[in-house]
């Protein structure tokens, strides 16, 4: 092998060092880009999803706050249902009145008031 083709094997081999180096180093770089990448998203995530978890919240406890008003008012007409119940069951004349108001009978000499329901003004 003569000089010149020893010295453009040296060149090329160095050429190939720096190349391999670089190589190495933009690897590096770009894992440590990546990396960087994944600790913001990380960080970021949870900040942005805050407030739609407030807002959850809020709804959640508007949610909650209508199901108990419709539980009470639920359990007060079972109470008004079982009262009346147990009143038809004890007292016969609770059904006479009861049923006379439905069908709007009255005894004979019987005098029955009726009042308009009230209206407020603007309705």
Request: net charge neutral; charged share 35%; proline share 4%.
């Amino acid at each position: 092998m003569s000089q010149k083709d020893t010295d453009q094997l040296r060149k090329l081999y160095v050429r190939h060092q720096r190349l391999r180096t670089r190589n190495a180093q933009m690897n590096t770089v770009n894992r440590l880009a990546f990396c960087l990448l994944i600790i913001v998203l990380c960080a970021i995530l949870p900040v942005t999803a805050l407030p739609s978890l407030s807002d959850a919240d809020e709804m959640e406890e508007s949610y909650n706050t209508e199901w108990q008003e419709k539980l009470r008012i639920a359990s007060e007409a079972k109470d008004s249902a079982d009262r009346e119940y147990r009143a038809i069951q004890q007292d016969p004349r609770y059904l006479e009145i009861k049923a006379r108001e439905r069908l709007k009978w009255s005894k004979p000499g019987e005098r029955i008031l009726v009042f308009p329901e009230y209206k407020a003004e603007g309705e």
